[in-house]
């Protein structure tokens, strides 16, 4: 089983490579079960669009 | 000389001081971020582009920009030493004992919170001058490869080539970034008032 240290740096890494079939599969299982770490993943994904619409001049 | 469009030019200077921002928190050199800055306008100016909103023309400027800095790290690639990343590790450590126990799993009062509707944050002011705060507060040589992957567009190969590091320090790095930045985000932004 990963540790959330673990599953974040996957989480991390999903956005600059192809994760592992066995990575994929440890990480699924990780965030279906830690609240924490499932919101971390989402939070990832709002850093890119915030990194996305700064990098583009797109903010107000 | 161009001739100057007096309207394009005051425009020009309304948003001088956000592509300075701009640049300044990616190359961290004050002269530098000036020159490419200057760059820019110049190569603003002489351009005869129509932009229906201000906002079009900050996009545009701002591509520009871009090109301009990455045309800088470049030449300063070699200024990138390994040994300042590892200088950056001490708080990164310190950071990893606020956030996880022994067990590596999260502490209590670092568990990530739900962040709800991050895209009204994105229509504050307010909310980005948070992000370029925390975005400043990470260690310099994290930020720089951070912001080459996430603004500059650049793959992780590249970054590795240009940093002079190996593949998995680059993720290392790239992963201390963002857990950073996501935790300065939250303390500062997400669990506060500012939603």
Known sequence: MLSCRQATELMSQEQDRPLTFAERFGLRLHVLICTGCNNYRRQMAVLRAACRRFGSGGTP | ?195
């Not at chain 2, 394009?8 to 948003?15: D, I, K, V, Y």
């Not at chain 2, 592509?19 to 100016?45: I, K, Y």
């Not at chain 2, 996880?100 to 001058?129: G, L, V, Y």
Request: glycine share 4%; net charge negative; with cysteine.
């Open chain 2, 1 to 195: 000389m161009y001739a100057m469009d007096p309207d394009r030019q005051s425009e020009l200077n309304a948003l001088r001081p956000d592509l300075l921002r701009f640049a300044r928190l990616q190359l961290r050199d004050a002269g530098a971020a000036e020159d490419a800055v200057q760059e820019t306008l110049l190569a603003a100016l002489a351009g005869s582009h129509r932009f229906e909103s201000r906002s079009s023309y900050k996009t545009w400027l701002i591509s520009i920009l871009r090109n301009k800095i990455v045309d800088t790290i470049r030449s300063q690639s070699r200024e990138l030493p390994a040994s300042s990343l590892a200088a950056d590790e001490a708080g990164d450590e310190r950071l990893d004992d606020a956030l996880f126990d022994r067990r590596s799993h999260w502490q209590d009062s670092a568990r990530p919170m739900h962040w709800a509707d991050p895209e009204a944050s994105f229509e504050q002011q307010q909310f980005w001058k948070v992000f370029e705060a925390c975005l400043d507060r990470l260690p310099a040589k994290t930020a720089r490869v951070f912001m080459m992957r996430e603004f500059l567009g650049f793959e992780t190969e590249e970054i590795c080539k240009e940093a002079g590091i190996s593949a998995s320090n680059c993720w290392v790095v790239l992963h201390r970034a963002r857990l950073g930045l996501r935790t300065c985000l939250e303390t500062n932004w997400f669990a506060g008032a500012g939603t």
